[in-house]
């Protein structure tokens, strides 16, 4: 357990530090530059991929402290696999926000905060509740980035394609969660997590 907290604290340091490495090749890199992107486009650009930054910051969160909590050896490594992948978006939404000249959302360690205590209540109810937030989770994220690809300027190629590959990874993670046995949640739990999402979302394109 103890080796657990510390992997978990680690990883909530590294997250909040930026820190990480990803795995794979960021899908950004077999774009051309095109260079014509207005300011105004920028601001747009920067505001959109500081929210996804934001909600891989939360994933980070949930999904360490739902691996803390699991006491399934084999769903531990299903929640480990998955922030690995998450990481992949993490570091490339930071290096999308670095080339656009503008910066990460300043209140990061209060929306982990509130992740990770989110994460730990899904857990500990049980481990069926906790794949269904997954699933619920990951599902409203990919309808949010597919709102993204039309919402990017048409000029910004870049970003377009990381949120494109995030957008498949999230069906996949939602995918692989049902399957490994998540219970559908409540209705008004789905509405929370709506409203929730949308507090965070209207707040992170600023701040
Ligand atoms: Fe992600
Ligand atoms: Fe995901």
């Known amino acids: 357990m103890l080796d657990q907290v510390i992997v978990a604290a680690d990883n909530a340091l590294r997250t909040l530090a930026g820190v990480g490495h990803a795995a794979r090749t960021n899908p950004a890199d077999s774009c051309a530059q095109v260079d014509a992107m207005t300011d105004v486009d920028r601001r747009r650009s920067s505001g959109l991929m500081r929210v996804n930054h934001v909600g891989e910051v939360c994933a980070q969160a949930l999904y360490q402290a739902q691996a803390l909590t699991t006491r399934d050896p084999r769903l531990r490594e299903h929640f480990e696999h998955a922030a690995r992948e998450e990481t992949d978006h993490l570091v490339w939404t930071q290096h999308r ?25 899904a857990g500990r109810i049980g481990d069926a509740v906790s794949l269904g ?24 190629l870049k970003s377009q394609a990381i949120v494109r590959q995030m957008k498949d990874d999230e069906a996949r993670h939602a995918a692989n969660a049902e399957q490994a046995g998540a ?24 701040v």
Do not use: C
């Not at 597919?146 to 048409?154: I, M, N, Q």
């Open 97 to 121: 926000l670095d080339e656009l000249g503008s910066r990460v959302s300043a209140l990061n360690p209060l929306w982990f905060a509130g992740a990770f205590g989110i994460g730990l209540v």
């Open 133 to 156: 937030f997954v699933v619920e989770t990951e599902r409203q994220v990919e309808e949010h980035l597919d709102s993204h690809l039309t919402a990017l300027p048409a000029a910004d």
């Open 183 to 206: 219970a559908d949640l409540p209705a008004p739990v789905k509405w929370l997590m709506r409203a929730a999402a949308k507090v965070m979302t209207t707040t992170a394109y600023y």
